[in-house]
């Protein structure tokens, strides 16, 4: 019988006494005893009731407790009989020991563009090109390892398949660093070296499928990706300075010597806020020694000279560099040393947030005076659903857009989205009069490129990003000696104007 029935039971009874029972039918003394014999089963149906009330509130806090550990189980790494914990940091396959002080992480990046250039207009018809090839490229296609051993060493391995012609297979890092003396860190090897602002920061972040040609043409001199290098770096939330020096790229000749070179870099947040920021920096890259051309005619000793004034209009699907120094440097005139200079801002107010860069080069030739150009960038990006690109004090840079709510249809929500523009210039041209031979004046007649990018981004997730870029850019080249003037007279117009549209596909872990 249930509690309830005994209460039931009870209170019929306690009611048959209420109505009253004949006088005459028993003795007082009679009467007492069946009170409180009646009174002794109702504390036993109460102590009855309370044993059940606390077998209720021990069954759910049993239940309660094993829910929490199932939910610690989830989220938690779970370790191996032999001490290893695996885990998934950011969709990032991840093993550790339980200490914590040894891990190794599979990381991996995949850029796929496909562009179409939907007008190109040379200035002249008779001068290549006459049009530019839409396509698609693998930008990037990394994977690879990283991790650190004993707690103060961290390192990288990692091979890129795809790149600029998309045929390439490279050594992309391959470098450790000490952090023992932290926040000093020193490292060395193949790495992708945090020169400019923009450079620093990572390729899964930047604003648009392409940095611009005046940051590229900067990092290219002695620093950028896969770049052989070895220095110190130090931060805190709001300095960050960092000293390197650099060699040849990964896969560069050992025909000739090669080249080396330094740069440092130091940033500083003026103003650091939740909502708020602002970023200011500078930054200085030598070419110390420069790299040695090919064999000329009979020698076989080469001499110095640089290629690196050069670039695409911010698009990867065509190879043609419009904008273009040629070859800076003779066997007469040779190279002796380069340098860039650049200074960078960047800011944020809540959602919205701007960059910008500018850069002076300078390249010293032998016998001639020295040869300068000059490139920056201003782009701005404002996210249409609430999040903002934060600033990472590891790298002096900011991040991508962490979506707050990412893509669910079951939960009706659709990641972040971001509008972005930026107007890039960069002109080449130097010691160089229209109508006359660059040779008359030992000058560079490589020309100058603007180009105008609009861009939406659209994030589903962390690991996830579409990107959608229009660009018009115009290259204003003159004919220096170049072109034979029988196509087109000294002065005359041999760049273009050119219209595209490009999507990226990015995942990365």
């Given amino acids: 019988m249930s509690y309830k029935n005994y209460l039931l039971g009870g209170a019929a009874l306690c ?281 000329v005619a009979s020698t076989s000793s080469g001499f110095r000279a640089i290629t690196i004034f050069s670039d695409r209009p911010e698009l990867r699907v065509d190879p043609t560099q419009i904008v273009n120094a040629g070859t800076i440097g003779t066997s007469t005139n040779p190279v002796t040393g380069a340098a860039v200079y650049g200074f960078e801002l960047a800011g944020g107010l809540g959602s919205a947030f701007a960059q910008a860069e500018y850069f002076h080069y300078n390249v010293a030739r032998q016998g001639l005076s020295d040869v300068n150009f000059n490139g920056g960038y201003v782009q701005a990006s404002y996210t249409l659903t609430g999040e903002a690109r934060k600033y990472n004090p590891s790298t002096g840079a900011y991040s991508g857009i962490a979506p707050a709510h990412p893509f669910s249809l079951a939960a009706g929500t659709w990641g972040a989205l971001e509008v972005a523009a930026r107007y890039s210039i960069i002109d080449l041209n130097d010691q160089f009069t229209p109508g006359t031979t660059t040779a008359s004046s030992n000058g560079i007649a490589g020309g100058q490129q603007q180009v105008f990018t609009f861009g939406l981004n659209w994030y589903p997730n962390t690991n996830i990003r579409f990107m959608l870029d229009y660009m018009h850019g115009i290259i204003d080249k003159k004919n220096g000696g170049s072109v034979s003037t029988a196509l087109v007279p000294l002065g005359g117009g041999i760049g273009g104007t050119m219209d595209a549209i490009a999507l990226r596909t990015q995942v990365a872990f």
Avoid: C
């Fill in 15 to 295: 009611g048959l006494l209420a109505l009253g029972v004949p006088a005459n039918a028993q003795s007082n003394a009679a009467f007492s005893g069946q009170i409180q014999t009646l009174q002794d089963q109702i504390r036993g149906l109460t102590q009855q009731l309370q044993s059940l009330q606390n077998q209720v509130q021990a069954t759910q806090q049993t239940q309660a407790q094993t829910q929490r550990s199932v939910d610690q189980i989830k989220t938690q790494p779970a370790a191996s009989s032999n001490g290893i914990i695996a885990s998934m940091p950011n969709n990032r396959p991840t093993l550790s020991t339980a200490d914590g002080q040894n891990t190794i992480s599979l990381t991996g990046r995949f850029h796929f563009d496909a562009a179409d250039y939907l007008s190109y207009t040379p200035q002249s018809s008779k001068v290549a090109p006459n049009g530019l090839n839409s396509g698609v490229n693998a930008r990037r296609a990394r994977i690879g390892v990283l991790g650190k051993v004993l707690g103060d060493w961290n390192y990288a391995l990692v091979f890129d398949m795809g790149g600029t012609n998309d045929n390439t297979s490279t050594l992309e890092n391959a470098y450790i660093t000490y952090n023992g003396f932290r926040p000093l860190a020193i490292e060395g090897g193949y790495m992708d070296v945090p020169y400019t602002l923009d450079e620093a920061t990572s390729s899964n972040d930047i604003m648009f499928v392409e940095r611009a040609s005046s940051q590229v043409i900067a990092a290219n001199l002695a620093a950028g990706d896969n770049r052989s290098a070895a220095g110190v770096r130090w931060n805190n939330d709001r300095l960050w300075i960092g000293v390197y020096g650099t060699g040849p790229t990964s896969g560069s000749t050992h025909t000739f010597p090669q080249q080396f070179g330094a740069f440092g870099r130091a940033s500083y947040q003026v103003l650091q806020d939740a909502n708020y920021s602002f970023h200011v920096g500078v930054d200085a890259e030598g070419l110390i020694k420069p790299p040695t051309s090919s064999a």
